[in-house]
């Protein structure tokens, strides 16, 4: 089988960069959907607009429930078909993005996405994934192209709460560990082939980035102004994540973090705080090295990341409530068999337990 990367068409990345939308999209399309949380709209629809004014585009602006849901995207297609649009735009956080990727893809149309967020490694991939109208993990979505632009502005994404952009080093913290596990066992990538030298260089230079600059940014994020390491910390979560986990793979973080989904306590936490707690678990899982997890505990911990189930509001999670959660995680198809040896559930609950352990140990020391 063939070695595959993919990626977006194209990557910007720049301080004010979205006051130059209209250029960057022109190409795309006339008619431009654009979708987002009431919140992140309320934020830049101004600058958008003033983006597009002199152009001969249209803009059709429209708010986003908040759930990556099969019944939002279908409202949404609605709304697309009854203003005649002809591509597509989100702008927000990760759920608004691969609902907008969803919409575009089943209206057979072109996407350019625009985080206002660094929360997740969303943006770049062909994946979305979808929940169900309560916020329960439902499926992957594998998409047949990425999108066609991804544009961050950074002055923008470093006014967003600081809990976000620390959940998006969540997200991107899982990137390397589930690459080299996805590598070792020769398993395939989101893309359906196998793993390349440069993937799995991309995902080592992410947590690379993250262990060097994660907690200077987070500081400087915290004052609400853009560094340099601001700067790489948004292109970790955001490329380097995006394209590290796509093309070379998922495998036990992730799926502990659907397995999270289903209690209702974890709601309240953002996906990047629960797949956090869902790389611990698979180093658990793997037996990694001490010298190891106690580098991932303390990044963790500098920077704010749960590594206790308390941490995740599930303090009072029973036995069955973790044997629920492992026994989603290694639903059928899940990305947790990508790990180079056999899982079951009860390795997965046990693991979780180990490093809910491990975790309050540290978190004492502190």
């Known amino acids: 089988m063939a070695n595959i990367l993919i990626s977006p068409n194209k990557y910007v990345q720049g301080s004010g960069e979205l006051e130059n939308l209209a250029r960057h999209v022109k190409t795309l399309g006339s008619r431009f959907f654009i979708m987002g949380s009431p919140s992140g709209l309320k934020r830049v629809e101004d600058t958008v607009r003033k983006s597009f004014s002199g ?13 990556c849901s099969m019944n939002e995207v279908n409202r949404l297609r609605e709304k697309y078909h009854a203003n005649k649009c002809d591509a597509v735009i989100g702008i927000g956080g990760g759920k608004t993005l691969d609902t907008a990727k969803a919409v575009a893809y089943y209206e057979k149309a072109p996407v350019a996405i625009v985080p206002t967020i660094a929360s997740t490694d969303a943006p770049c991939s062909a994946l979305t994934v979808l929940y169900t109208d309560d916020g329960i993990f439902d499926r992957y979505l594998f ?6 632009i991804v544009l961050v502005d950074t002055q923008i994404v470093s006014q967003a709460p600081v809990r976000l952009f620390v959940a998006g080093m969540g997200d991107a913290l899982a990137t390397y560990f589930e690459a080299r596990a996805a590598s070792e066992a020769n398993a395939n990538n989101c893309a359906g082939g196998k793993c390349t030298l440069a993937a799995l260089a991309l995902a080592e230079l992410c947590y690379d980035t993250l262990i060097d600059q994660g907690l200077k940014a987070k500081l400087a994020m915290e004052h609400n102004v853009c560094t340099k390491a601001v700067e790489n910390i948004i292109e970790a979560n955001t490329l380097l994540s995006g394209i590290g986990f796509e093309s070379a793979g998922l495998a036990g973080a992730h799926a502990i973090h659907n397995g999270l989904t289903v209690l209702e306590a974890s709601h309240d936490y953002y996906h990047g705080e629960k797949v956090a707690f869902g790389t611990l678990v698979q180093l658990m899982l793997e037996n990694a090295p001490m010298e190891e997890i106690e580098e991932v505990l303390q990044f963790c911990i ?3 990341l749960p590594v206790s189930l308390a941490q995740l509001g599930l303090a009072d999670a029973t036995p069955d409530d973790i044997h629920k959660v492992a026994q989603a995680a290694t639903a059928e ?6 790990m180079p040896f056999p899982i079951d559930a009860e390795m997965v609950y046990a693991a979780i337990y180990a490093a809910d352990s491990i975790g309050r140990y540290y978190l004492d020391l502190e």
Do not use: K, Q
Request: with cysteine.
């Open 55 to 67: 152009t001969d585009a249209e803009c059709f602006f429209e708010p986003f429930s908040r759930e």
């Open 302 to 304: 500098d920077v704010g």
């Open 143 to 148: 998409l047949p192209a990425n999108p066609d």
């Open 333 to 338: 198809g899940e990305s947790i068999y990508n």
